[in-house]
């Protein structure tokens, strides 16, 4: 118990709550757009994609930056985004099909990449291998201030936009009828989740930051039909998610931080699903007794 009141009270472990905390409400909150649009598996392909922006930065640069680092990710996140539209819209290949393909070769490049920095003279004291899973122990003071002013940048961003989006989701052509340019905000939609990719895969890992985007919006489905209580309630249990996990990864030596959020957005949903007001099973099946 001294130990966890020891851990609760250290300034870096209060930043590192606050930021992961800021992260999974961001997240959830993105997610429910992205959900709704039925492209959940764009950010999988986008979280995959900033790996060899990441190696690149390091590579070009050959220091340890963060803020280098994410906008080498910002950059190869775009590049494969615009790539799986350029495919869908000059071929015949569907969305999900292109966004398998642009996801295999752009993670496929970062690991290669990786291998080589791992093997080269460098590569031991780069870090990057808390970029695969997230590790909340190695970061800093301004490695969280980094995730915490994006991630409520972004949130501030999706609450600005929030009518803009929901017209543009539901009813596109309504949205084109009144005015609105909905291809503009589609873009500003995949910009907002290649922000929350970008801010977040330090923390948690460009193998598992598409299911914090996922999960979260999926348990608040169970809770609520309408999209702006969804969304805040996907907020929600992204925010408890990734403060339980960073909380145990902090306290567990060694233990990776994305896995642990991950695990706790699924429990989350494994409990919405049973226990969910608007669409849980075990709250159907009394209702219909």
């Known amino acids: ?52 922006g990441v190696c690149l930065a390091f590579l070009i640069f050959g220091v340890k930056s963060i803020p280098l680092f994410l906008i080498g990710a910002a950059t190869t996140g775009l590049i494969a985004t615009y790539c799986i539209q350029a495919i869908v819209k000059h071929s015949r290949i569907k969305t999900d099909a292109s966004i398998g393909v642009v996801l295999s070769v752009f993670f496929g490049l970062g690991i290669m990449l990786l291998t080589y920095i791992t093997k080269h003279a460098k590569g031991n004291q780069s870090g990057l291998e808390d970029f695969i899973f997230g590790q909340a122990a190695a970061m800093v003071k301004s490695d969280i201030q980094v995730i915490a002013v994006g991630s409520l940048l972004i949130i501030i961003l999706s609450s600005l936009f929030f009518k803009e989006f ?5 009813d596109p052509n309504y949205a084109r009828g009144i005015g609105l340019p909905v291809s503009v905000f589609n873009l500003v939609l995949m910009a907002l989740v290649v922000g929350v990719v970008v801010v977040g895969i330090q923390m948690v890992g460009v193998v598992l930051i598409a299911a914090l985007l996922i999960t979260p919006p999926l348990a608040a489905r169970y809770w609520t039909d309408q999209l702006g209580r969804m969304g805040v309630i996907a907020g929600i249990f992204g925010a408890i998610s990734g403060v339980t996990g960073t909380l145990i990864s902090t306290a567990g030596e060694g233990l990776p931080t994305g896995p642990l959020i991950v695990l706790c957005a699924s429990l989350i949903f494994v409990l919405s699903l049973l226990f969910g007001a608007s669409k849980g099973i075990i709250v159907k099946a009394v209702r219909q007794t």
């Open 166 to 170: 929901k017209i543009s989701i539901f």
């Open 1 to 52: 118990m001294n130990e966890l009141l020891s851990l609760l009270t250290s300034p870096n472990t209060q930043w590192v709550l606050a930021g992961s905390s800021l992260l999974g409400f961001a997240s959830g909150l993105i997610g429910s757009f992205v959900l709704l649009k039925k492209q959940s598996l764009i950010g999988d392909a986008m979280a995959h994609a900033t790996l060899p």
